[in-house]
């Protein structure tokens, strides 16, 4: 294959897009194609990798203005907000509303966390849904909008990936539960006031669990959960479930750096301080974007990275647990169900690559040797634009 190919391959991989299954499926065709390419020598990955991210760079943007403004500005569709500190901000927060079915809007948010957002030197971005229903967060696609705004902002300003932080008040608190922890790779702390993840009840009502996605998924991420035990909108019992899952997952797998603020007296108001009080909870959290242990429970067909695994069709709502030994340069990734496409990637932040790896799937070897340097492993999660998780060496767990 010559450069020149390679070249037209890159360019129309990264002009599709992936979260469709027919975009997927034509990207997927693309890579098989780059598979043929040699395998790169350090000086052509490095050069891949500055192209890559040139590309990224090349997105879209947001106004650098306060104000408010449509994602899709023909159809005044996907308002949205800036806010916060706009000329040098060292962090990005999203901020997520409340509501419900008919109700809820970016401005109320605006004015909950602006104040906070402005005390931390943080530009904020406030998106509204783009359909007020109960679980406006995940509906109708306003999960992928807010991931756009994400890029966008990071484009924008230039902004240390390792600084994202959401957070969000009763509807919003869903929604930082939630998003937080689909995309737990990519946030440095998590801020859900007076809002829950989804329970699952028994028959007489009572939180036996949450659901699939959330909990495990939270392992790598610094979160501080706000409830007031007189709140009528939204009663303490999710949340102290939600703590209590936590625990439990804690105890297992070691990790979560979670705290539960419960306080008495503030009905379905802003913890006491404020959000600002919340929000210094999190503030020195920095995502760590290289964990030498990872669980993840994936619930979108359209998240297949996580960190350092990659998993072609993710088996929705199966839990994998993978760690890395560092004194023996192995990985070892338990899967309980089928692994079909699933990857371990490989980066030298987590293993010496100059030296044999080891990979283990449970108790079975699957992978003894040199890591190789393959274009099709770079292009696929570079793509995204972050170096921290853009990686050249992948292995696969199962044929």
Partial sequence: MSAKQQDELVDRYLAGEERSDKGFEARQAILAQLERAP?????????????????????RELEKKTGQAYWWEDE?????????????????????HGGGAGAGDAWSSHGAYNGAANGLD????????????????????????VLDLVDAALRTWKLDRDRVYFAGHSMGGYG?????????????GLAPSA?????????????????????????????????????????PAVNRG?????????EHWGGFDYEYWEVS??????????????????????????PEKIVWQPVLAWKRQFHWLWWEKPA????????????????????????????????????????????????????????????STLVRTGVHGDPELTFSSRVPLAP
């Fill in 195 to 235: 809002g829950a993840p989804t329970p699952i009840v028994d028959a007489s009502g009572a939180v036996i669990g949450i659901d699939e996605g959330v909990i495990p998924s939270l392992r790598n991420v610094r979160l501080v959960i706000y409830q007031s035990d007189d709140d009528p909108q939204v009663p």
């Fill in 76 to 96: 005044e569709r996907g308002l949205y907000i800036v806010g916060g500190e706009t000329k040098k901000p060292k962090g990005l927060l999203i901020a997520m």
């Fill in 176 to 188: 930082t539960w939630t998003l937080g922890a689909h995309h737990a790779d990519r946030v440095a």
């Fill in 122 to 145: 943080w530009v904020a971005i406030y998106p509204e849904v783009l359909e007020k229903t109960e679980h406006g967060w995940t509906d109708a696609g306003t999960e992928e909008f």
């Fill in 39 to 59: 395998e790169l020598t350090d000086a052509l990955e490095k050069s891949w990798r500055k192209k890559l991210a040139k590309t990224w760079e090349r997105g």
């Fill in 265 to 290: 007296g503030q009905g379905h108001g802003p913890p006491p301080g404020g959000y600002a009080a919340q929000l210094a909870k999190i503030a020195e959290g920095s995502r760590n974007a290289h």
């Fill in 316 to 375: 929705l709502k199966q839990t994998v647990v993978a760690e890395v030994d560092r004194s023996k340069n192995s990985v070892k990734v338990e899967c309980p169900g089928d692994a079909k496409g699933l990857h371990v990637l490989l980066d030298p932040a987590l293993l010496d690559l100059e030296k044999e790896v080891v990979v283990f799937l449970g108790e079975k070897e699957v992978f003894r040797g040199l890591a190789q340097l393959r274009l």
């Fill in 242 to 250: 939600a703590a209590a899952e936590l625990a439990k997952a804690r």
